[in-house]
């Protein structure tokens, strides 16, 4: 289904069910992929085009169509309940021959589902197009093989689909590849079906021209748009949205899904979450997610591993100063001199808390900040529970690590909280970043080592308007739920696409975040999380999405 020029076309037989069922799924299947070995020659990946993609039409690809024919296959074509389990096996007709002959003799080999789809995808997709392109690719590949699985196959007393491009080209003797092994693993407990909860045939074809939108993937479009930063799921739902898909996954976690960061050097504008603080263009307070002007308590669940973090030599000073910019991000909400700020960062596996407050005169100094540096070790490949608390009046701060105190100080006193009236200089300016810089801004520190990004897991954050422990406590063996202090909260649930919901319903908001997927590992990556394995599975937030081209 990959470079089609031309549409095997069968004359409509109307006379019998059967061979009117082989003439649509001879017509839907016909034309892939070129001759082997095509697409095994390293290429640039395409740009993103300047255009999106074409409307709705019957392309000129389908030169023995009529409109009025399109329809009638497309009306034939019949959807199948999604609750059925997903084929450990696959019955393929081996031709021996990438091009659809449906009369070229053939023998029926058994494979199994899993080998199938790692034979298939990567002579179908070009191995080197982007992660999303590639994880649509594969739910496109996959869903069609099920779909005439479970309709009985191609020829239901023989097989169920043909190795050539009247099905998908299946080539167990061109090598399987990672990038396209990876998109298998990370999609395969997914299905795509209709509203209604059926799967239906996900056709795909080249180029868009061949393609009518709605009902068939482009190939080469799904990448352009994985190029636009859209998401796999995105590109489902835009090529597909004639059948008003939707994702479904139907195995359920104890605590649902966790975000994984992979940020690393050169991420530029990738990596991170930002959350908005202010409408710089209005002097007006900013939403509840603005902590500062009062007590505040900062929690989450993080994990890391050791491996992620190179060894370093620069020594930190605690106390007085900034030298919490210089360890990896997990948030910052720090502005250059003289406006007031905080963050939150690692370094040497532990955790390090910084606040800058309102100059005492007219100038700030550097005696207006103060690095909170911990005790316990976090990087070690465990969950941990962590709550940052200040007190506004007096500018204590707190740090507990499980349960813990395991440090605390007095810090500059009075307002932390982003500067309504402030011109930002930056576009990132009026955002609290996870995970990384806002603005890819390292330090201003001359000494600032080039890797200041968290890696790691992170789930369940809670913003809190009040100090919400004051002794040693136990851990939550469940996920966060919202009160009267709750200013925001994020369960980290979504599993799709780039917002993340603010789910505390507090006055003023939500506050919703917005993730910046991408970066020499993509990321942040939507995992199951294993957090609180005894609680009950939450269930997710309906999809936000960009508007679609």
């Known amino acids: 289904m990959n470079q089609r020029k031309a549409l095997l076309f069968f004359p409509i037989l109307a006379a019998l069910l059967a061979l009117a069922l082989l003439h649509a799924a001879a017509r839907a299947q016909a034309g892939s992929i070129g001759p082997a070995g095509t697409i095994d020659t390293p290429q640039t990946t395409p740009a993103a085009p300047s255009q999106d993609?074409?409307?709705?039409?019957?392309?000129?690809?389908?030169?023995?169509?009529?409109?009025?024919?399109?329809?009638?296959?497309?009306?034939?074509?019949?959807?199948?309940?999604?609750?059925?389990?997903?084929?450990?096996?696959?019955?393929?007709?081996?031709?021996?021959?990438?091009?659809?002959?449906?009369?070229?003799?053939?023998?029926?080999?058994?494979?199994?589902?899993?080998?199938?789809?790692?034979?298939?995808?990567?002579?179908?997709?070009?191995?080197?197009?982007?992660?999303?392109?590639?994880?649509?690719?594969?739910?496109?590949?996959?869903?069609?093989?099920?779909?005439?699985?479970?309709?009985?196959?191609?020829?239901?007393?023989e097989f169920d689909v043909w190795d050539s491009t009247c099905s998908q080209w299946y080539a167990p003797q061109n090598p399987t590849r990672p990038s396209t092994d990876r998109a298998i693993a990370y999609t395969w407990d997914w299905r795509l079906a209709t509203a209604a909860g059926e799967i239906f045939p996900t056709y795909y074809r080249a180029d868009s021209d061949s393609c009518p939108l709605g009902t068939c993937m482009s190939q080469e479009g799904s990448n352009e748009l994985a190029n636009?930063?859209?998401?796999?799921?995105?590109?489902?739902?835009?090529?597909?949205?004639?059948?008003?898909?939707?994702?479904?996954?139907?195995?359920?976690?104890?605590?649902?899904?966790?975000?994984?960061?992979?940020?690393?050097?050169?991420?530029?504008?990738?990596?991170?979450?930002?959350?908005?603080?202010?409408?710089?263009?209005?002097?007006?307070?900013?939403?509840?997610?603005?902590?500062?002007?009062?007590?505040?308590?900062?929690?989450?669940?993080?994990?890391?591993?050791?491996?992620?973090?190179?060894?370093?030599?620069?020594?930190l000073t605690c106390g007085v100063g900034q030298d919490w910019t210089l360890g990896s991000?997990?948030?910052?909400?720090?502005?250059?001199?003289?406006?007031?700020?905080?963050?939150?960062?690692l370094h040497a596996g532990r955790l390090l808390v910084g606040v800058t407050g309102q100059p005492l005169s007219g100038s700030q100094t550097i005696s207006d900040s103060l690095t909170l540096c911990g005790n316990a070790v976090v990087v070690d490949d465990r969950w941990?529970?962590?709550?940052?608390?200040?007190?506004?009046?007096?500018?204590?701060?707190?740090?507990?690590?499980?349960?813990?105190?395991?440090?605390?100080?007095?810090?500059?006193?009075?307002?932390?909280?982003?500067?309504?009236?402030?011109?930002?200089?930056?576009?990132?300016?009026?955002?609290?970043?996870?995970?990384?810089?806002?603005?890819?801004?390292?330090?201003?520190?001359?000494?600032?080592?080039?890797?200041?990004?968290y890696r790691g897991w992170l789930d369940e954050l809670r913003f809190s308007s009040t100090l919400r422990y004051t002794q040693p406590f136990s851990l939550p063996n469940a996920v966060f739920t919202p009160d009267a202090a709750t200013l925001a909260l994020y369960h980290f649930d979504e599993a799709l696409g780039n917002t993340i919901h603010d789910t505390s319903a507090a006055p003023g908001g939500p506050s919703h975040a917005q993730r910046l997927y991408g970066g020499s590992v993509n990321g942040p990556e939507w995992w199951p999380s294993d957090l609180y394995p005894r609680y009950t599975h939450r269930i997710a937030l309906p999809l936000i999405l960009k508007d679609l081209p």
């Open 329 to 345: 991000i997990l948030l910052d909400r720090w502005l250059p001199e003289p406006n007031p700020g905080y963050g939150v960062s």
């Open 384 to 453: 941990h529970h962590i709550a940052v608390q200040r007190r506004a009046v007096d500018g204590q701060l707190w740090l507990y690590v499980d349960g813990r105190l395991d440090a605390s100080a007095g810090g500059p006193d009075g307002d932390i909280s982003y500067p309504d009236a402030l011109t930002p200089t930056l576009p990132g300016t009026p955002y609290l970043a996870v995970g990384a810089w806002r603005h890819d801004a390292v330090s201003q520190t001359s000494a600032a080592p080039p890797d200041l990004f």
């Open 53 to 157: 993609p074409p409307a709705p039409g019957i392309p000129a690809g389908y030169p023995l169509m009529s409109a009025a024919d399109w329809q009638d296959f497309n009306d034939f074509i019949t959807s199948m309940p999604a609750t059925l389990t997903l084929p450990a096996t696959i019955r393929v007709a081996v031709t021996g021959d990438w091009r659809c002959d449906v009369d070229a003799p053939y023998t029926v080999t058994v494979v199994n589902f899993v080998d199938y789809l790692q034979h298939v995808l990567p002579n179908e997709w070009p191995y080197y197009y982007r992660d999303e392109s590639l994880r649509a690719g594969a739910m496109a590949t996959k869903m069609f093989a099920w779909y005439w699985v479970a309709r009985g196959g191609w020829r239901p007393a």
């Open 228 to 315: 636009k930063d859209y998401t796999w799921d995105e590109i489902l739902r835009y090529y597909y949205s004639a059948r008003s898909p939707q994702l479904i996954y139907p195995r359920t976690f104890p605590a649902g899904w966790a975000l994984q960061f992979n940020g690393l050097p050169g991420d530029s504008g990738e990596n991170r979450l930002l959350i908005p603080l202010d409408d710089p263009t209005t002097d007006e307070p900013g939403p509840p997610v603005d902590v500062g002007a009062q007590d505040f308590t900062i929690e989450w669940w993080l994990r890391a591993s050791p491996s992620a973090y190179p060894t370093t030599s620069l020594t």
